[in-house]
């Protein structure tokens, strides 16, 4: 089936930067989307690109660090759905080069690492719940019409 009435999802990734017991968070600004909440350095997927480097495109972006897509491990896929549908790639990358910094101040409060076992109030839910889906070791959830 083609044209106006096939189905579309929006494609996007997540990273899962990581520091011992800890995982840096991103307090999202100026979006019109849970801005003063917590999320992730995260991003949409633009088409003809595979999603590792979508994922390694949007480090450097947000984070100022840059990844090969080959240092991506896939953690988590959850299929979310509230207004719209959505697929969720969560990524943790192995290493990057640079320092990790807020490189876009205009979206983004600040970057600040929590603990995966005592994450901020202010985290998104389905982000919460895709952080514990990864630490309990699943590879797919489902965030279905629960507010994000």
């Given at each position: 089936?083609?044209?106006?009435?096939?189905?579309?999802?929006?494609?996007?990734?997540?990273?899962?930067?990581?520091?011992?017991?800890?995982?840096?968070?991103?307090?999202?600004?100026?979006?019109?989307?849970?801005?003063?909440?917590?999320?992730?350095?995260?991003?949409?997927?633009?088409?003809?690109?595979?999603?590792?480097a979508?994922a390694?495109?949007?480090?450097?972006?947000?984070?100022?660090?840059?990844?090969?897509?080959?240092?991506?491990t896939?953690?988590?896929?959850?299929?979310?759905?509230?207004?719209?549908?959505?697929?969720?790639?969560?990524?943790?990358?192995?290493?990057?080069?640079?320092?990790?910094?807020?490189?876009?101040?205009?979206?983004?409060?600040?970057?600040?690492?929590?603990?995966?076992?005592?994450?901020?109030?202010?985290?998104?839910?389905?982000?919460?719940?895709?952080?514990?889906?990864?630490?309990?070791?699943?590879?797919?959830?489902?965030?279905?019409?629960?507010?994000?």
């Amino acid at each position: 089936m083609s044209g106006p009435d096939r189905f579309r999802m929006i494609a996007e990734v997540y990273l899962l930067f990581r520091r011992g017991d800890e995982i840096l968070l991103s307090k999202r600004a100026n979006t019109g989307y849970q801005d003063g909440r917590y999320g992730l350095v995260s991003g949409h997927v633009d088409g003809g690109e595979p999603l590792a480097a979508a994922a390694a495109r949007e480090a450097l972006e947000e984070a100022g660090v840059a990844i090969d897509p080959a240092d991506l491990t896939l953690r988590l896929v959850m299929h979310r759905k509230s207004e719209d549908e959505r697929l969720g790639f969560f990524f943790a990358p192995a290493r990057w080069a640079g320092e990790l910094v807020n490189a876009e101040p205009h979206k983004c409060d600040e970057l600040r690492w929590a603990s995966v076992v005592d994450l901020p109030e202010e985290t998104i839910p389905y982000i919460r719940e895709a952080i514990r889906c990864v630490e309990a070791g699943e590879t797919y959830a489902a965030w279905w019409n629960r507010p994000d």
